[in-house]
């Protein structure tokens, strides 16, 4: 199964605002495939590497990847806590590996933000050969696409599920069999597919509006 975002050709790239910016943290994982959606949106973003490339940032996306390489290289690069710190005065999105390093647990010992009050259980959908595609009601969605009913095509590899979420974390969606696969606490977001995968920006602009963007 093989996704990619299309690109739009260079004319057509909204410029970006200067007032604000997106971090994409890019230690492993899919960061490339979110970078290209907030571009095609019109955010200027940056690739977070060291705590200092947080630095006037509205939010910041955690790709999905492996969450344990991801948790290693951020403790190997002082960023666990500066991320933490980050996460309780601004937005921040977790995909698949990045809903994992957000969560409070992970069923296993590996380093975790401890950020949102969800336990996840990784791979929980089996392995790659497993991956699938699935349309999903989000009514969230409403709030940056009004007039649009669409479900949203949500792309699912080597996913985690969201197993349990504790107030003042909140589904956000599920399947159609109420397994949940997204969840919101605050500017806080989790979602165990890949919206960056599809052509569909609805989620990246639900999330900048998490972070404030206002889209002028």
């Not at 994409?24 to 490339?32: C, I, K, P």
């Not at 975790?112 to 996840?120: A, D, E, F, H």
Request: charged content about 25%; proline content about 7%; overall charge neutral.
């Amino acid at each position: 199964m093989e996704h990619a975002p299309n690109l739009l050709p260079p004319e057509k790239v909204p410029a970006p605002r200067t007032d604000f910016a997106v971090g994409v943290l890019a230690l492993q994982g899919s960061f490339w495939e979110h970078e290209v959606m907030l571009r095609k949106i019109g955010v200027a973003v940056r690739e977070v590497r060291r705590a200092e490339d947080l630095e006037g940032l509205s939010g910041l996306i955690i790709p999905g990847g492996e969450s344990t390489t991801i948790g290693k290289l951020a403790v190997e690069f002082g960023l666990l806590e500066p991320l933490r710190e980050f996460g309780k005065s601004h937005a921040i999105w977790g995909t698949c590996a990045g809903a994992i390093f957000l969560s409070k647990d992970a069923r296993r010992r590996q380093p975790l933000l401890g950020l949102m009050n969800i336990t996840v259980e990784r791979n929980a959908f089996g392995r790659q050969i497993a991956s699938f595609e699935v349309d999903i009601p989000v009514p969230a969605l409403k709030a940056v696409a009004p007039d649009d009913d669409r479900p949203f095509h949500a792309i699912f590899i080597r996913a985690p599920l969201i197993e349990t979420v504790t107030p003042p974390a909140e589904v956000l969606a599920t399947l159609e069999d109420g397994r949940i696969v997204a969840a919101q606490q605050g500017r806080l977001l989790a979602t165990a597919f890949h919206p960056e995968l599809t052509d569909d920006t609805r989620f990246h602009r639900y999330f900048l509006h998490l972070a404030g963007w206002k889209n002028k």
